[in-house]
């Protein structure tokens, strides 16, 4: 009896400890090393997460030869003449690059969408050409679409051009107007980010030092001026040099204004002040507000749609007060051989993009 309880505990112990040993073997096949036969230990890769394109990467590539990619990053030099293609996965995508191609219907840009990308192809590109392009994911809910903004991605492509260090402009005098509430930007932008550039007033002849506090340069902008003054005032111009001759940007004619942002300020008079029947009478709408804002008029009058009259609308810069400069718009309406009907009230509606203003001014006969 003895015996066989022996036997009992013997084969006990064994299974128990096989079991343990089967035990750690296991937990060392889930480590990251395992050793081969033949002694080598290697090393168990982790499969990669998919690339889901999420926030922070970029889907906005360029199509190289051989069907090869480049992801593009917030910036990218390219050579000018060499036509470019580029890519933006999705199959709703919205495109945005230098407005110039589109003021100028330029037909070398073409944009064409399939199923699963949208792709943008410019043509013989030039040193004009610099300048920001991005694409975006486009969200549609029934016929409302939206930007998303969590899958915008931009590139600020410079098409480096020895002999145009500056992006050339359509304009060789351009007016840049200067506001105490906010940054102004003289906006002398290059193609080649290494270029060294400074800015100078041409009377009297001096260099404006950039010291990245009042006045500051990026070269995808030009020079900023934070607090812009009136002492900021006057014509000046960019000097860009790398390793050849410096060469000269456009002129920049820098205006100080006076008038605030808001809708037109509007005044109504009547000339002469006194009528009677058979003569004749200006009236004038006028409107002092920012030089670079247009202002349209429309008029209501006691003839309308019976009379005829004639109105002429004009505006000027002028300077008011010691270095502010302001736009002065004006419509002019004619009366002439004044009768019975044309006596009563005039209104003119002056209407920028802030909002709109109506006055009005009663013309009675003498």
């Known amino acids: 009896m003895k015996i066989w309880v022996v036997l009992c505990l013997a084969l006990l112990w064994l299974e128990l400890h096989n079991g343990d040993c089967q035990q750690v073997k296991r937990r060392k096949d889930v480590g ?11 090393k168990v890769r982790q499969p990669k997460p998919k690339d889901a394109g999420g926030k922070g990467q970029s889907l906005l ?21 060499k036509n470019i293609e580029l890519r933006c996965k999705g199959n709703n995508i919205g495109w945005s690059y230098p407005t110039y191609l589109d003021t100028f219907n330029d037909s070398r840009l073409s944009i064409k969408q399939s199923d699963k990308y949208s792709q943008l192809i ?13 694409c975006w994911v486009v969200l549609c809910d029934g016929t409302e679409c939206e930007k998303d903004h969590d899958r915008a991605y931009v590139s600020y492509i410079y098409f480096t051009d020895k002999d145009n260090l500056f992006v050339p402009s359509a304009i060789h005098f351009e ?3 200067l506001r105490p509430d906010s940054p102004a930007v003289v906006p002398c932008r290059v193609t080649d980010p290494q270029a060294k550039v400074s800015l100078h007033r041409e009377v009297p002849a001096e260099e404006i030092t950039a010291n990245d506090t009042l006045v500051t340069y990026d070269p995808t902008k030009g020079f900023v001026l934070q607090s812009p003054s009136p002492e900021h005032q006057g014509v000046f111009y960019c000097k860009a040099v790398t390793k050849g001759t410096p060469q000269v940007s456009t002129m920049y004619q820098l205006l100080y204004v006076e008038v605030p942002s808001g809708p037109p300020f509007v005044s109504l008079e009547a000339s002469p002040d006194s009528v009677r029947g058979g003569d004749n009478i200006n009236v004038t709408c006028t409107v002092l507000g920012e030089p670079e804002v247009d202002v349209s008029f429309t008029w209501s009058y006691p003839g309308q749609d019976h009379r005829p009259v004639h109105i002429l609308t004009s505006w000027r810069l002028v300077n008011r007060g010691k270095a502010h400069t302001t736009r002065v718009s004006q419509s002019v309406m004619t009366v002439e051989d004044m009768e019975t009907i044309d006596f009563g009230n005039y209104v003119c509606k002056a209407k920028n993009q802030h909002g709109e203003t109506i006055v009005t001014i009663d013309i009675i006969s003498k």
């Not at 990251?32 to 290697?42: A, C, H, L, Q, S």
Request: aromatic share 6%; charged share 20%; hydrophobic share 25%.
């Open 32 to 42: 990251e090393n395992r050793i081969r036969p033949g002694g080598k230990r290697v």
């Open 61 to 81: 590539t360029q199509v190289l030869d051989k069907g090869r990619f480049l992801r593009l990053g917030q910036t990218t030099n390219l050579t000018p003449g």
């Open 122 to 134: 410019l043509t013989s590109p030039s040193a004009a050409d610099t300048g920001p392009y991005s």
């Open 175 to 177: 007016i840049v107007y």
